[in-house]
């Protein structure tokens, strides 16, 4: 069974400081299809409890865009990423091999 991959929320005021946010933190955008780029507040709701989130320059946000992103993390429905949400998603991420021994099967 394939093991399901969770989205990453990229939050932001606007379209175009998600992009900047995603620079920022070095993500790859070949890997898009694993991020959502979120600038309404609306949108934040509804997501698996737990969904990892990044965001900057908050300070800057439009009120109810921090209110929303604040009540939501408060509740445990969305957390801050932490490295291991964002290693896969990285450009320079480089994928770990399985070592194969001299009877050609794959080592765990």
């Given at each position: 069974m394939k093991e399901q991959q969770r989205l990453l929320l990229v939050v932001a005021p606007n379209k175009m400081e998600c992009h900047r946010t995603a620079t920022d933190f070095n993500l790859d955008f070949l890997k898009v299809e694993r991020m959502r780029f979120i600038s309404d507040p609306y949108h934040l709701r509804g997501w698996s409890r737990g969904t990892p989130?990044?965001?900057?320059?908050?300070?800057?946000?439009?009120?109810?865009?921090?209110?929303?992103?604040?009540a939501l993390t408060v509740m445990g429905q969305l957390r801050i990423a932490n490295d291991q949400d964002l290693a896969e998603l990285r450009?320079?991420?480089?994928?770990?091999?399985?070592?194969?021994?001299?009877s050609g099967r794959a080592a765990l």
């Open positions: 989130f990044i965001a900057l320059h908050r300070d800057r946000w439009p009120e109810p865009l921090d209110q929303a992103l604040h450009d320079d991420f480089v994928p770990p091999r399985a070592s194969v021994s001299l």
